[in-house]
């Protein structure tokens, strides 16, 4: 019975939409809130803004700041950032899992790699490869890179060992082993790498956009805060917020189609 009652309630209502609509509602809250704080002075308005002009000041954006075309730009350096960062670190790590010698002597520079203040070395880049958008997607890629490694190395290391006497049992080779037992067992481990590298990624190519001034959101914002336009500012923020949301989204989609 109660078995027959839940199915019945999930026919009515999709449990699944319920994390979404409490998100949703949390961060109404929080902008309520936080305008009310503004408009009662407990808060600087010349530090933040109004919630409510920095969503007014949207259309703006559109009209007078080309956004889809910056939107765009910065989305095209993330694609691409993103596809070289997880075509590179997941057989770098597969490398590193394999060869025990090697990996020993690597893997502290690794994460070393990932502590490094890569974008500090902007000025270098420019001088190798230009002001231009392989400066920015060079250094994302060094910044993504790390944390992808070290979660592909780990979550091959971790893989159960019966799953492991399962294949040795069916006499697999060395590649099947490899391809039909330790990477499924270790998609997530390679999947929260993956999420972690692509913050790293959308963080790298709006700071390099923004300190080089090479288009994009990046670029808006700096000059948006250049003209002390505050809630041009915040809105061009939003749109970041929006843009990683929309690569999050598609990468949760990606790895359920991928774990089937």
Known sequence: MDRRRRTKMEGRFDLRRYPVAVGIA????????????????????????????????????????????????????????????????????????????????????????????????????????GRSTATVVIMSLITGLAPLVIKTVEGLTTVRPVLINVGRSMRLSSMQMFWKILLPAALPAIFTGIKISWTYVLISVVGIEYLINLGGLGALINELVERYDLPGTYSSILLVVLLSVIYFMALERIEKWVRR
């Open 26 to 129: 949390t961060v109404a809250v929080l902008t309520v809130l936080l305008e009310n704080a503004l408009r009662l002075g407990l808060l600087n308005r010349y530090v933040v803004p109004l919630p409510s002009e920095v969503l007014l000041n949207l259309p703006r954006l559109f009209t007078e700041e080309a956004i889809l075309q910056r939107f765009f730009d910065t989305g095209f350096r993330m694609l691409v950032s993103c596809i070289l960062v997880v075509g590179i670190a997941v057989p770098t790590g597969a490398l590193l899992w394999r060869y025990r010698l090697l990996r020993r002597a690597v893997i502290d520079w690794v994460a070393a790699l990932a502590a490094a203040p890569v974008v500090l070395a902007f000025p270098l880049f420019l001088v190798m490869f």
